[in-house]
């Protein structure tokens, strides 16, 4: 016991609050209501009229039985809804469960049950593969079809579509932040390459956490303007559902990344930053001719998933358009390790440049520690960009562990790294 440990120095609600990214909706929308926050095709939204419609999701869904550490299931592309239900969901308590829209029904179905999902907001043109993987599920769920006005339809597979339910929501609906940050706010599934998926669990400090570590990592300045070719459901679209939130951001909407798009993109909306994998980028740098277009702003590009070819880089960059390599992985709440530049590569030559980015990397900002691991020692190996060994992270920004798996959990987390 020391002077420092009084009742008059307890936690209160007055200088205490869990860390949780749905927080910074209700700062947006209070500061901000007027600035656009959803541009997708021909919808424009503000940031107060998205504040509403997550309100009224969340009251919609508590209405209908949903509530603290229940999963709610995405099925859906990058559209407006599943950007909503990265706030709407975690309102309640609940669980976010989005899913890669590129699975099989069986794999779907697998998910829902392994995460005993009550609720799945499916977007129609996906609804053939969800209606089948629902019946596999075989358990009572409140299924809610996404018609979206800029997508090809589908059939309507629920009991309520979006609109409907978002129709029956209190608009001053007042949500509630987590009793503990460290309750879980998404469950997110691994590819399942080595046998089935795994449920990977993030929290509220996590997520919070990885949001604003973004702003550090990019040097994001206020009000970018945003292009979703990154999913959604990757890894909770890196955490830029909140790190855009939390800037004032102008959130743009691609179902598909397509090359002619994202250059109307540039054009149109003065897109300022974008995030994909290197194939993202070859398609860009590859676009034909007839489907560029001029743009003045400078463009801000993220890349993971594999090592961007230098070649490539040069020649994205030459557009107008510079590059930050990122590494991460489901586990690591997304980009967790970057390339991060050093001021005396902008001498070297561009292909020179190029290489340099193509490397990785160091802890981002607010990860403890990212080192390289003897996989038989589990002592760090030398800092020579030479030896091989395991990558291993420690930190804020790594996943509670995996749903229903403790022995697996207990592995990953051995020796104190993941």
């Not at 997520?207 to 702003?215: E, G, L, P, S």
């Not at 070819?309 to 390790?337: D, K, M, Q, R, W």
Request: hydrophobic letters at 40%; aromatic letters at 8%; charged letters at 20%.
């Amino acid at each position: 016991m020391t002077a420092y440990d009084g009742k008059e120095l307890a936690k209160r609600p007055a200088n205490f609050q869990p860390l949780s990214p749905v927080s910074m909706l209700k700062r947006t929308a209070q500061v901000y209501p007027d600035r656009t926050a959803q541009v997708h095709g021909r919808i424009r939204r503000s940031w107060a009229e998205v504040g509403e419609r997550c309100r009224r999701l969340a009251s919609a869904l508590e209405s209908r039985g949903i509530g603290t550490g229940d999963t709610v299931a995405v099925l859906a592309p990058n559209i407006p809804e599943a950007f909503e239900c990265a706030f709407a969901v975690p309102m309640l308590g609940a669980v976010l469960n989005t899913n890669n829209t590129r699975l099989d029904a069986a794999t779907i179905a697998y998910i829902l049950g392994h995460g005993e999902a009550k609720a799945l907001l499916v977007d129609t043109e996906l609804s053939e593969k969800a209606k089948a993987a629902v019946a596999e599920y075989g358990r009572d769920i409140l299924v809610v079809d996404i018609e979206d006005s800029e997508g090809p339809g589908g059939e309507r597979i629920g009991s309520v579509t979006y609109d409907e339910l978002l129709a029956e929501g209190d608009p001053h609906f007042q949500y509630r932040l987590p009793d503990d940050e460290w309750d879980a706010l998404a469950l997110n599934y691994t590819s399942g390459t080595t046998g089935r998926p795994k449920g990977v669990v993030y929290s509220h400090r996590g997520a919070f956490t990885n949001a604003v570590n973004n702003v550090i990592t990019w040097s994001i300045p206020r009000h970018p303007v945003y292009l979703w070719t990154l999913p959604l459901f990757h890894c909770n679209g890196w955490c830029f559902p909140w790190t855009i939130t939390l800037l004032g951001g102008t959130n743009v909407f691609l179902r598909a990344p397509r090359a002619s798009p994202i250059f109307d993109a540039f054009a149109d909306h003065g897109v300022t930053h974008l995030c994909g994998a290197p194939i993202i980028m070859s398609l860009i740098a590859g676009a034909s001719a007839e489907e560029r277009r001029d743009f003045s702003q400078k463009v801000e590009m993220m890349t993971a998933a594999a090592p961007p070819p230098a070649s490539v880089i040069e020649s994205i960059e030459a557009l107008g358009i510079n590059i930050t390599h990122v590494y991460g992985l489901t586990e690591s709440y997304g980009p967790a390790v970057v390339c991060a530049w050093q001021k005396e590569w902008a001498d070297l030559p561009a292909d020179e440049r190029a290489r340099r980015k193509a490397r990785q990397g160091v802890a981002y900002e607010l990860e403890e520690d990212v080192t390289v691991l003897n996989p038989d020692t589990c002592e760090p190996v030398p800092w020579d960009g030479k030896t091989s060994g395991e990558i291993a992270f420690r930190g804020n920004i790594v996943m509670k562990g995996y749903l229903k798996q403790e022995e697996t959990t207990d592995e990953a987390f051995k020796n104190g790294w993941f």
